[in-house]
C-alpha cells in the first residue's frame, strides 16, 4: 500500500488518479480538496484518508468535532481513514483530538 498526500485542491485532476492499480493506495489531501468529491471520483479505486480540517481541531467544541468526525465515517464508508485533513496543528485543542479518535473507536 502506497500513500499519497496531495496539498492545494485536487478537485480539477482527480481523475488522474483513476490510473492507480485498485486497492493500492491511501489517497490523503490538506482539506482544500472537497472529500466528497474525492469519493465520487476515486471512491471505487483509492483508499480515503482525512478530513478532519486542522482549523476544526484549534476553533471548534469536541462536541462538533465528534459529530463532524462521525458523520465523515458514516458518509465515506468501509475502508475509509478518520485522520486530520494534513496534519494535527501544535495549537490543536487536546480534547477535540480526543473527541476525533472517540468518534474513530465508538467510546
Known sequence: ???IHC????ERD??????FPKGKVIFET????????IK???GSTVCIK?????AKLVLSTPDDIYS?????????GTGFILASGCSIPPNAKVENVKAMISAATGR
Open 7 to 10: 496539498d492545494g485542491n485536487w
Open 68 to 76: 463532524y468526525s462521525k458523520k465523515l465515517i458514516d458518509d465515506m
Open 40 to 42: 465520487e471520483v476515486l
Open 1 to 3: 500500500m502506497r500513500a
Open 50 to 54: 482525512g478530513d478532519v480540517p486542522a
Open 14 to 19: 482527480l481523475s488522474y488518479f483513476k490510473d
Open 30 to 37: 490538506d482539506g482544500m480538496t472537497d472529500i466528497y468529491k
